[in-house]
């Protein structure tokens, strides 16, 4: 009888190993039908670790995704010991939500600091330019063009927050999330941002 992937989770499907090396054998070969057999075997497991440890939903998506983003960039670098690649794709995932966890603890701190600065002192205006208008209104024309181009929720975020000047509070009650999860929000929507900028 073939060796068989333990049943690593509720629902996880039970796959013999000899099945197994067949399909990521293919990936080797650049097959991605034979990637998509094995997120189909393992990707719902791989999610359930990874939300165990983030606890939220899109957090462990975006884990999940770059998860299996990282094991096809270095499938040629896995070699079978007597175990399911589950384990090897489980502890990238782990490393994943740990990168996840670390950035929010950073974010957090961040936020906590820049909080409790004191607010500074205005600095002095000079005499605007006489092209000033123009330059600003072009400014803000690119500024919505690279918005539009933004996931809609990223965008909401950086309008309430830098357009709109709101409280992280007001900008956390308005996409009814919690003030930790709107600064990790505004965290990705300024990195996603930089992608579309300049228009």
Same mark, same amino acid.
């Given at each position: ?6 049943? #690593?989770?509720? &629902? ?18 650049? $097959? ?6 094995? /997120?189909?075997? /393992?990707? $719902?497991?791989?999610?359930? =670790?990874?939300?165990?440890?983030? &606890?939220?939903?899109?957090? @462990?998506?975006?884990? +999940? ?10 499938? %040629? ?7 399911? #690649?589950?384990?090897? +794709?489980?502890? #990238? ?13 950073? !974010? ?6 820049? %909080?409790?600065?004191? =607010? ?6 000079? =005499?605007?330019?006489?092209?000033? &208008? ?19 929720? /990223?965008?909401? @975020?950086?309008?309430?927050? +830098? ?5 992280? %509070? ?12 709107? !600064? ?7 990195? =996603? ?7």
């Amino acid at each position: 009888m073939p060796e068989s992937v333990p049943d #690593i989770d509720r &629902g996880t499907p039970v796959v013999p190993l000899d099945e197994e090396r067949a399909v990521v054998e293919r990936m080797k070969r650049g $097959d991605r039908a034979a990637f998509a057999v094995l /997120y189909r075997w /393992y990707g $719902d497991a791989i999610f359930r =670790a990874i939300v165990a440890r983030v &606890g939220q939903h899109e957090a @462990a998506e975006d884990c +999940l995704r770059d998860t299996f983003r990282q094991a096809l960039e270095k499938i %040629e670098s896995f070699t079978y010991d007597r175990q399911s #690649i589950y384990w090897w +794709l489980r502890r #990238i995932a782990v490393n994943k939500a740990m990168d996840v966890h670390r950035d929010r603890k950073r !974010d957090r701190n961040l936020a906590e600091r820049a %909080e409790a600065e004191p =607010a500074a002192s205005p600095m002095p205006q000079a =005499a605007p330019r006489p092209d000033r &208008g123009v330059e600003i209104e072009e400014t803000s024309r690119d500024v919505e063009i690279s918005l539009s181009r933004m996931n809609v929720r /990223y965008a909401q @975020a950086l309008r309430l927050r +830098l357009i709109e000047d709101r409280t992280r %509070e007001e900008c956390a009650a308005s996409l009814g999330v919690t003030v930790g999860n709107f !600064d990790v929000i505004l965290h990705r929507a300024s990195k =996603a941002f930089k992608e579309v900028w300049p228009p």
